[in-house]
């Protein structure tokens, strides 16, 4: 009996584990820029992003031209996920908090903005 016992805690401690695990994964948005002078984030349903929850998020951007940049700021965040002369995609996983945040190409000043609440 203390065997069958001892068993299904395990396996009970186990899921547990496994689904606090699976809850921290970062979510993913998608980030753009260019070829023109765009620069766009969205969910992963296509909807541009406007609120999102504190928490952890991978964007993985696809920087589409060589003479823009997108740098994302907000509170203790300011972050160059690509360099102008970088065309291609990046991803970075950072920790966002409650303020407001924005994406914009540093060089030309277009932007983007979204709340964390």
Avoid: W
Wanted: hydrophobic share 40%.
């Amino acid at each position: 009996m203390k065997r069958r016992f001892v068993a299904g805690a395990a396996c009970a401690g186990a899921l547990a584990v496994g689904g606090l695990a699976l809850a921290a994964a970062p979510i993913k948005l998608t980030g753009a820029v260019g070829p023109g002078f765009t620069i766009g984030l969205k969910n992963a349903k296509g909807q541009k992003v406007t609120t999102l929850k504190p928490g952890r998020y991978t964007f993985a951007v696809s920087d589409k031209s060589d003479i823009h940049d997108f740098h994302l700021k907000g509170p203790g965040v300011s972050k160059e996920i690509t360099d102008v002369e970088f065309k291609g995609a990046k991803s970075v996983t950072l920790t966002l908090k409650a303020g407001k945040y924005t994406y914009l190409c540093t060089v030309h000043g277009f932007k983007g903005t979204f709340t964390v609440k």
